[in-house]
């Protein structure tokens, strides 16, 4: 294609693609997959050494960026030809077509430098044709992406929407302010947003004025809510505040984005009790899911084990990085990272995450899951914004329960005895408090949970 041709690209390039939200990128994105290239998207913010690391990893050999195109270059892409070959060339054969890898995305690194996981646009249309179906995706529909293209969730919601025939409109950064008036003037219809955009619009100042505005004038049908822990209080507390149904769903950079979700048609009183019981749904079309143990063996229903997938949504490895390849498909099956367990609900297997098995809380050979107590916690004291709760080392127990509050602003810190509804074992041994600045996230609001452990050293 012209574009790319003039930026001296070719067939199999690995190209860096260094944009921030915008239609130009999702221009970029098509012109480069019809040209069989690799693309690798970064945030423009991106620390000049992490990506160095990236371009060394993926061996990348081209940059496409605000610096080195135009506008007028741009002109010369028609979209309509280059949705309408990827829809014929892939979408129609996608059991057997091209499984070449077209995306590297690098995995949020907490500790270390993220993993390149290898997707093929058979991965990503087959994740995008189970969010349709879980979603009941058309033509008819108004997808309000305001998450980055540089991360899977912003670029599968946009494959999904151009399969399904629907309309993206695009939010060039998420600032909560232009949400839901940004959403209501454009007639949005559904969305994917992180736990802490959701906890973000309910802190907002609202009046009750501008609160029935968005109940009477929002054309929501349902929005997708995951990519970090849900509290079900804020859900239930979202949908009160402003008639609009988030579905849990989970997923990873790995599985091209979802893997389970809530049942999305379903009666108000189902949607609350599916909601209450904090269910991450039923695993998806196209997609496997099943909890295994340590010996790779399935487990039955209540018992905990590793949320583990498989199906044609699978990454197909991480890049130069065998060890973590082999790791990760261990038995024959993706491993998520993820403790969690299954039950039968309304004669379908529920899947229920207890957080990510690096951070399960060790104390004296008991499991401790972070996310149960924090969510203890959040109903037991007053005046919080957020808390969370790591693991820390202990002489006798081998891990003690440790806590940080985040306060809202010019409150009375008062920690009760006791945070009701646990049992002794599971009281946490020492709090502190920081301030909102202080907690460290990844951009899809992945708390870095191993950050925090310092700031109990006495």
């Keep these: 294609m012209k574009l790319l041709y003039k930026l001296k690209c070719k067939i199999r390039d690995t190209v860096i693609i260094e944009f921030p939200n915008s239609v130009e990128q999702i221009v970029i994105f098509l012109a480069c997959w019809i040209s069989q290239m690799t693309v690798i998207p970064i945030s423009p913010k991106t620390p000049s050494d992490l990506k160095e690391y990236k371009i060394r990893k993926a061996q990348a050999n081209k940059t496409i960026s605000k610096e080195n195109i135009s506008l007028e270059l741009l002109a010369e892409v028609n979209v309509s030809t280059a949705y309408k070959k990827i829809v014929n060339d892939i979408l129609d054969k996608l059991a057997v077509s091209n499984d070449n890898i077209q995306l590297i995305l690098f995995t949020s690194g907490t500790t270390a430098y993220p993993k390149g996981a290898q997707l093929s646009l058979n991965n990503l249309f087959a994740n995008a044709e189970g969010i349709i179906d879980w979603f009941s995706l058309s033509e008819s529909d108004r997808f309000f992406i305001t998450l980055p293209l540089h991360h899977i969730n912003g670029i599968t919601s946009f494959v999904a929407t151009l399969i399904s025939g629907g309309t993206i409109i695009l939010l060039n950064k998420y600032t909560r302010s232009k949400f839901f008036s940004y959403a209501i003037k454009n007639n949005a219809t559904t969305s994917s947003i992180i736990p802490l955009i959701a906890s973000d619009l309910l802190r907002v100042n609202i009046s009750n004025e501008s609160i029935n505005f968005i109940k009477k004038n929002h054309t929501f049908k349902g929005i997708q809510i995951g990519s970090s822990p849900v509290n079900p209080d804020v859900v239930i507390n979202f949908y009160n505040t402003f008639t609009v149904k988030l579905f849990q769903a989970f997923g990873n950079t790995e599985t091209s984005m979802r893997s389970t979700g809530i049942d999305v048609n379903i009666k108000e009183k189902e949607y609350l009790r599916l909601v209450k019981l904090n269910t991450i749904g039923h695993e998806l079309k196209y997609t496997n899911v099943i909890i295994l143990n340590n010996k790779g063996e399935p487990v039955g229903t209540d018992i905990l084990g590793e949320i583990c997938v498989r199906g044609p949504i699978i990454m197909k490895g991480y890049i130069n990085n065998k060890h973590k390849t082999l790791q990760a498909f261990k038995f024959g099956w993706f491993h998520t990272g993820d403790y969690g367990f299954w039950k ?10 207890k957080g990510r098995i690096d951070e399960i809380i060790n104390k004296g050979g008991i499991k401790i899951s972070p996310l149960a107590i924090e969510q203890k916690i959040l109903k037991s004291i007053i005046n919080l914004v957020d808390t969370i709760v790591v693991g820390l080392p202990d002489e006798r127990y081998g891990e003690i329960i440790g806590a940080v509050l985040v306060w809202k602003d ?18 946490p041994s020492k709090y502190i408090s920081l301030s909102k600045s202080n907690i460290q996230r990844t951009f899809t609001g992945k708390i870095k949970r191993s950050s925090l452990k310092d700031y109990f050293v006495e």
Excluded: M
Excluded at 344 to 353: G, L, P, R
Excluded at 412 to 427: D, K, N
């Design 410 to 427: 010019g409150v009375e810190h008062i920690i009760p005895s006791e945070i009701e509804g646990l049992i002794p074992y599971e009281q």
């Design 344 to 353: 039968i609900i309304n004669d379908k297997k529920y899947f229920f995450t």
